[in-house]
């Protein structure tokens, strides 16, 4: 598989509505607590598989600019899933680092079709 194809891969339609589909399996009569959250190596764990897609696609220069927007990516998620259990996180907080998240995937996104668009030419 290509390092282009693993990046699509990640990005596809196909596998967010498996996994949209997958989520809307779960009866509703399971409580919140029987659903099994992201955790802080799971979590780790697809960051770093991203990254190294991310390195090993990209061109120096295009994989500096990346990991400006992965540093802050790591950030947040470190914020938002803590190492310890210990950490509570305030609601209002919560929502706020999940839209964070949200955003700076979605900059990593941008950034990495405009590279490939510009790398076809």
Same mark, same amino acid.
């Given at each position: ?13 196909? #596998? ?9 399996d779960i009866s ?12 802080? #190596?799971?979590?780790?764990? !697809?960051?770093?598989? &991203?990254?190294?897609?991310?390195? #090993?696609?990209?061109?120096? =220069?295009?994989?500096? !600019? ?19 259990? =210990?950490?509570?996180? !305030? ?20 950034? !990495?079709?405009?590279?490939? &668009?510009?790398?076809?030419?």
């Open positions: 598989m290509t390092k282009s194809n693993r990046i699509e891969e990640i990005f596809s339609v196909k #596998q967010l509505r498996k996994s949209w589909a997958q989520a809307g509703e009569k399971q409580h919140e607590t029987d659903i099994i959250q992201p955790d802080y #190596q799971n979590v780790m764990s !697809v960051f770093d598989r &991203l990254s190294d897609i991310i390195s #090993q696609r990209f061109s120096k =220069d295009q994989g500096e !600019v990346i990991d400006l927007i992965m540093g802050e990516l790591k950030e947040l998620l470190l914020q938002r899933f803590p190492k310890t259990k =210990d950490t509570e996180i !305030v609601e209002n907080e919560e929502a706020f680092l999940n839209t964070a998240i949200g955003e700076a995937l979605n900059q990593i996104e941008d950034l !990495v079709e405009a590279f490939e &668009l510009g790398n076809r030419k």
